[in-house]
């Protein structure tokens, strides 16, 4: 109740309770990927800190988004460790395999720091890649559950609900629920190339990139740069004519359903050893609730802990007022997933007891 309390910016007795005082320094590491930027949470008066890697969902901050961050002080007051990666790809809009290496090689990290497993908590898109990650075989080992919090389980799915706003569940019936603007613009961020011509791509994707960041005034201008059949493209986004793109997006994913299948859990996590904990926002418009249920399939026998579909959320923030049912439910998540990260604490204290 207290990290609830917490990550909701209250400041009444139950965020007071459990309460610790912790650190923050800025590091940086290698991994297959190239080096990467992080954050490390540590509470000060904790002897050996459970240990969390939490990810940022896709987000220009990254590792600096203020939801993030509270999230991350949130879980330090608590007394876990956690390090925050800057994930470059997911903070450009991009969903893409190398982040799974970073992910892998942030527990790694955090793993090395701390001297035993860890735990993963991906927010949106990074929770499928992080799924990923915990089922490679190099990283397998490294983490002991993965939460995650809005994701993905077919990428291939979530991109036709984005483009048609309706998507099925598990048991056959309809969602039917307009997608968040974003979702298809980040489907044409993606590959300006198949819209815009060869000189109009890079500042297309320049002008998306300011639209994604919500400077309608400054893509605007940035959109003058393109030729005048690439203004008229333009034009049609910033005022809003998605009906005009749904053909051409429908068959760009298709063309590149290869990239889509490569940052998709389903059918990739038979080798996952990791516990997992999900949860999704009920009215989640840009990855649709339904995705969860469809993840919580795919985890293995034994792996999964719960899923939950929540009123208490939205995409991956919480809202304001949920009804007591919700609330508890979400305590009930949340106090799964911290035992989780207890649990790999009282496993090392215990074998360096002895």
Not at 178 to 190: A, D, K, N, R, V
Request: glycine share 6%.
């Amino acid at each position: 109740m207290s990290l609830l309390a917490r990550m909701g910016q209250q400041r009444n007795w139950i965020a007071r309770l459990d309460h610790h005082i912790y650190d923050v320094q800025a590091i940086t590491f290698a991994t297959p990927a190239g080096a990467v930027r992080a954050k490390l949470y540590v509470p000060r008066d904790v002897q050996h800190p459970p240990a969390m890697v939490v990810v940022h969902g896709l987000h220009q901050l990254g590792m600096e988004e203020p939801r993030l961050v509270t999230f991350a002080e949130a879980l330090a007051e608590t007394g876990i460790e956690v390090l925050t990666p800057h994930v470059d790809a997911i903070a450009d809009y991009r969903v893409e395999p190398q982040s799974i290496e970073v992910i892998g090689a942030s527990a790694q990290e955090l793993g090395r720091r701390s001297a035993s497993k860890v735990g993963v908590l991906g927010l949106s898109f990074a929770g499928g890649l992080s799924l990923l990650a915990a089922a490679e075989p190099k990283y397998a080992d490294e983490i002991s559950f993965v939460a995650a919090v809005g994701a993905q389980d077919d990428v291939q799915r979530v991109e036709h609900y984005l483009v048609d706003g309706s998507t099925h569940w598990p048991n056959g019936a309809l969602l039917n629920v307009p997608p968040h603007e974003y979702g298809w613009l980040i489907l044409i961020y993606s590959h300006p190339e198949d819209f815009f011509s060869a000189a109009d791509a890079e500042p297309a994707r320049n002008a998306l990139r300011l639209l994604l960041h919500e400077d309608v005034a400054a893509a605007r201008t940035r959109s003058q740069q393109l030729s005048p059949a690439g203004q008229q493209l333009m034009n049609a986004i910033l005022d809003h004519r998605r009906e005009e793109f749904r053909q051409r997006l429908l068959a760009d994913l298709d063309r590149h359903s290869a990239e889509a299948v490569a940052v998709s859990p389903a059918g990739h996590l038979q080798t996952l050893k990791a516990r997992v904990l999900l949860i999704h926002g009920e009215g989640d418009t840009v990855i649709p609730p339904s995705e969860t249920e469809w993840l919580a399939r795919d985890v293995p026998r034994g792996k999964l802990q719960a899923a939950l579909v929540s009123r208490a959320i939205s995409h991956v923030s919480l809202q304001s007022q949920p009804g007591w049912r919700d609330r508890f439910a979400a305590i009930h998540w949340i106090a799964l997933m911290l035992a989780d990260a207890d649990r790999e604490t009282r496993s090392y204290l215990n074998l360096t007891s002895r």
